[in-house]
């Protein structure tokens, strides 16, 4: 009798064995298909009512495991008399390997002898000895069957040859199942007992490890109740009880004590037909040892990843990144060379470019090495596809052209991730071997396509980093420029308005020396007149004095006026009048040769004139006054030729200069830091024959190399607010360079003085 089941455990297909045995009538639908429900209905049915749970136990347990199962239960035969039945099921696989049911057959053993039914199996399987007695009851049935049937032999004769092919079959899988359990068995590391409902071993199976003593102790004592500890031993006596009372699979954790240390066991029982039951021993300590060597790799693998992608985005710098990657895994896959290559298109023949790399010393360097994509073959293409390239053997590459090309630069193993980033760049990661074929590990791939997750990030941060300077240099630039000519514009500004200032005050200086000039010539050009006026009438007096004796009157009046020290003092008080008049004229002369109103380009002008003449008007801040003593000046003048020049301007620059110097001394006096009598020197010479030198120093408390490196800087000052505005020296270094292309230094040090110096070229 034969039943087959689907992988839903609905049973699909019983044969017509089977429903003349049971004697019931097989139910169909309008299609004239048996309902799968009707079946398990018509199977039940017929099962003795005791033996319905234990057998529905077995087939629903088996299911899971895929496994081969028996089951022994009485069947209602059409007589309605109960059979044994011994029932034997093999899994169903399609050629894919999926499981598709269960197939099994049924064998009436009621009438077989009971030392037919197999016990032991010393020589061959249990399952394959019910295979052979299942066979010979079967026979026998179809024989009864050929001869009850004879009238309709043809019929019969084809059902027959397809049941006898399905029994064979069943047999044969039956065949593979046992070989294919045992080989199992062999490469599993659990240890396998059968046992009967006392707990003797019937036989044992060891896997392909296991962590437990000699099992002939185990063969030798029968019992393995007896072998184990008490207290283990108690625990599975519970268990086959359980088992053997429950028809159900039992599981529990144990120790055991060995001579080197107590291990963790696993047991599992579960129920086999004829009150039997197989135990799986499972050692919880290689399980365990493996998990935590699995978690291990894991996070080694993990960390490995982690130290990496931290190494890599410690760097913002695009080289840094590629050169900390590249490194890493050299390092950890213990190649020959691992490097990184950019494919740069923008070109007319695109090429691929090695920027990076890592490599044994012994081996040739690839940087700057640029292979075009026609030289790499279907390798380049993969790249730009995102394909991973994994070559174990290069000897045995189809490809002729990346075999070629791999030849020659002496790889034998080659492998390549892509890096397409966000910025559209493509490169690729490479992994090369030199040393015999390589089989690049599943475990390898993974952690490189980690790493080139992290590292496409990285790239990405880098670009957009690189981009960012760069536009921040831009724009800083930019703001330089902004700032340059802010700076200019307003140095211009402040040029222009002191240029206004100064030719402002030029033509008042100018005009009130005019006005000044005509009463003073006026004064001057009558004093020598009114001397000689006074001298006459003076000498007239002393003839009347002479000559004539004076009236009582007269007498007294010379007496009250004192005419003696008239005659004598109005002589000198013409002089000084004549003195203070000439002074007057100088000052004037000063006054219009230092506005030069009529010299506004370049002509040819005595330099110690205009120095000249802008210390006459600063003659009053070189006296002595509260708090400063007298400013000494001492001339070293040269022998100068009429230099060439913008005289108005130049004189600006002695000025300020001077200014500057006397400034500086009175700020040296109120500070107490001077040790000598206040002076300053004023040098001119001829250099070379070609360039004129003014020197003006002063011996003041000079300055620090911060205030000299901005000294000439536009508004720069360290006077108080009011005493200066900061462009006086910046607008004579534009004069000097900008105007006579000349020079104008300072030399100082702290407590030294300063010293600056005009150079102008003559020609």
């Known amino acids: 009798m034969i039943w087959i089941a689907g992988s839903d455990t609905l049973y699909q297909y019983f044969n017509a064995v089977w429903w003349e045995f049971t004697g019931q009538c097989l139910k169909t639908d309008r299609n004239g298909s048996a309902s799968v429900e009707d079946n398990r209905n018509t199977w039940a049915s017929s099962v003795h009512p005791e033996d319905i749970k234990g057998c529905e136990d077995i087939y629903y347990s088996a299911f899971p495991l895929h496994d081969s199962f028996q089951r022994q239960y009485r069947l209602r035969r059409a007589d309605g008399k109960y059979r044994w039945i011994l029932d034997t099921a093999a899994p169903r696989f399609a050629t894919d390997g999926s499981f598709l049911g269960y197939i099994g057959y049924l064998v009436d053993v009621t009438d077989v002898e009971i030392e037919k039914i197999p016990t032991h199996d010393s020589e061959v399987s249990t399952e394959r000895k019910l295979a052979q007695i299942a066979l010979e009851v079967e026979n026998q049935n179809l024989k009864v069957t050929v001869e009850k049937q004879a009238i309709e032999l043809e019929t019969v004769f084809e059902q027959l040859q397809g049941e006898i092919a399905q029994r064979c079959q069943v047999e044969e899988q039956l065949r593979q199942k046992t070989s294919e359990l045992a080989a199992i068995l062999q490469v599993l590391p659990d240890l396998y007992f059968r046992l009967d409902a006392d707990g003797t071993v019937l036989d044992f199976k060891a896997g392909k490890t296991h962590n437990l003593p000699s099992l002939s102790e185990v063969v030798q004592v029968q019992q393995i109740l007896e072998y184990l500890p008490p207290a283990v031993a108690i625990r599975f006596q519970k268990a086959i009880t359980q088992v053997l009372v429950t028809k159900s699979s039992v599981s529990f954790d144990y120790v055991l004590p060995l001579p080197f240390d107590n291990s963790h066991f696993q047991a599992s ?86 920027v990076s790399e890592a490599k044994y010393p012994h081996l040739n360097s690839l940087l700057g090495f640029k292979p075009t994509s026609s030289e790499i073959g279907p390798i380049a293409t993969k790249s730009l596809n995102k394909e991973i390239i994994q070559i174990d053997n290069v000897a045995t590459e189809n490809d002729s052209i990346a075999r070629k090309f791999f030849t020659e630069l002496g790889f034998t193993a080659f492998m390549s991730l892509p890096v397409h980033t966000q910025c559209g760049e493509i490169g690729a990661f490479t992994c090369s071997y030199c040393s015999g074929f ?24 880098a670009k957009l980093y690189q981009q960012s300077r760069t536009a921040a240099q831009i724009a800083q630039e930019k703001a330089k420029q902004l700032e340059a000519a802010l700076q200019e514009l307003s ?48 000498h007239l007096i002393k003839l009347y004095q002479r000559h004539y004796l004076p009236v009582p009157e007269v007498e007294k009046q010379i007496k009250a006026i004192d005419l003696d020290f008239l005659s004598e003092d109005l002589p000198k008080i013409l002089e000084s009048m004549n003195i203070g008049a000439e002074r007057i004229r100088q000052i004037v002369l000063s006054l219009r040769n230092f506005s030069r109103l009529d010299e506004a380009g370049m002509k040819p002008v005595d330099i110690h004139e205009g120095l000249d003449n802008t210390l006459l008007l600063l003659q009053n801040r070189l006296k002595a006054k509260v708090g400063c003593s007298e400013i000494k000046v001492s001339k070293e003048y040269g022998n100068l030729p009429a230099v060439n020049c913008y005289a108005a301007q130049l004189n600006q620059v002695f000025m300020n200069l001077l200014v500057n110097a006397i400034d500086a001394l009175e700020e040296s006096f109120v500070m ?47 006077k108080p607010v009011g005493k200066g505005t900061g462009i006086g020296l910046s607008i004579s270094y534009q004069i000097v360079v900008e105007k006579h292309k000349g020079q104008l230094q300072c030399f100082s040090a702290p407590g030294e003085g300063a010293e600056f110096v005009v150079t102008i070229p003559l020609s």
């Open 269 to 354: 029982l579960s129920p086999l037909p004829w009150e039997q039951i197989i135990v799986l021993i499972r050692d919880l300590n290689e399980s365990t040892q493996a998990s935590v060597a699995k978690f291990q790799i894991l996070a080694q693998r993990e960390a490995l990843i982690n130290r990496i992608a931290n190494q890599i985005r410690a760097s913002l710098e695009l080289n840094s990144i590629l050169e900390t990657a590249v490194q890493e895994i050299h390092k950890i896959f213990n190649i020959d060379h691992c490097g990184f290559v950019w494919y740069r298109q923008n070109t007319d023949v695109p090429y691929w470019e090695v």
């Open 438 to 461: 390589r089989p690049w590990e599943e475990s390898e791939v993974e952690l490189l396509e980690a790493v080139i997750v992290q590292l496409a990030i990285a790239i990405d941060q």
């Open 672 to 718: 107490g830091k001077m040790t000598e009598k206040p002076k300053i020197r004023i040098r001119t010479l001829i250099e070379n024959g070609d360039r004129l030198i003014i020197s003006i120093a002063d011996n003041g408390h000079g300055m620090s190399p911060q205030v000299q490196s901005r000294l000439f800087d536009p508004f720069f000052t360290t």
């Open 491 to 538: 140095s211009t500004q402040a040029q222009l308005i002191q240029t206004e200032k100064m030719s402002s005050l030029g033509h008042l200086v100018a005009g009130v020396a005019h006005e000044i000039n005509n009463p003073v010539n006026f004064i001057y050009g009558n004093i020598s007149h009114a001397s000689e006026y006074i001298s006459d009438l003076l």
